[in-house]
């Protein structure tokens, strides 16, 4: 499985734009990149999933470049309610791995 | 709201007692999964059933941990002879076959052990 690297915490302010980077240097050429996010005492949450090149959604944005060795999840404009705890994922969507293995995310604290 | 119910959300037991959570996934989903979190550490998986079979166990599920899911529907997980160590969070979660990196998860069942 390819390991995932994150930014333990990030601190922002309303109305600000944020991009969290991740770095999965050993990604497998099947391998796909989802993000999850998960406020306290709920369940993760899908945000969006990507192979290559540029997602859009109407959550968030994710950025993979050529090499695919890292990804950037951009959230634009974040609010107050934005406060949460971010993961990025690396696995096959299809036929491998079936469970999902998560770090220790990216907590994302947004100040008034 | 996912469509994915756990119950109870919180359980409170003392040691060595024994523990059951539901889970009822959303409905058209054929594969359901359970993970355990403790505070400040992401999910852990412990299982996973593609509709009554349970295809993967974790190296978590000690002895003391069983799950079923009869008919392929709700899933339970029973923890015999609670320890301290168990207490955390327990998840559930379902997807369909689009794609398994997109699961939904449940609220969670809280577990506290004393």
Known sequence: LAKTTQPISMDSYEGQEVNITCSHNNIA?????????QFPSQGPRFIIQGYK????????????????????LSLPRVSLSDTAVYYCLVGDKGTGRRALTFGSGTRLQVQP | DTGVSQDPRHKITKRGQNVTFRCDPISEHNRLYWYRQTLGQGPEFLTYFQNEAQ????????????????????????????????????????????????????????????
């Open chain 1, 29 to 37: 050429t099947n391998d796909y990149i989802t993000w999850y996010q």
């Open chain 1, 53 to 72: 090149t540029k997602v859009t959604n109407e959550v968030a944005s994710l950025f993979i470049p050529a090499d695919r060795k890292s990804s950037t």
């Open chain 2, 55 to 114: 295809l993967e166990k974790s190296r978590l599920l000690s002895d003391r941990f069983s799950a079923e899911r009869p008919k392929g529907s709700f899933s339970t997980l029973e923890i015999q002879r609670t320890e301290q160590g168990d207490s955390a969070m327990y998840l559930c979660a379902s997807t369909g076959s689009a794609s398994y990196n997109e699961q939904f998860f449940g609220p969670g069942t809280r577990l506290t052990v004393l």
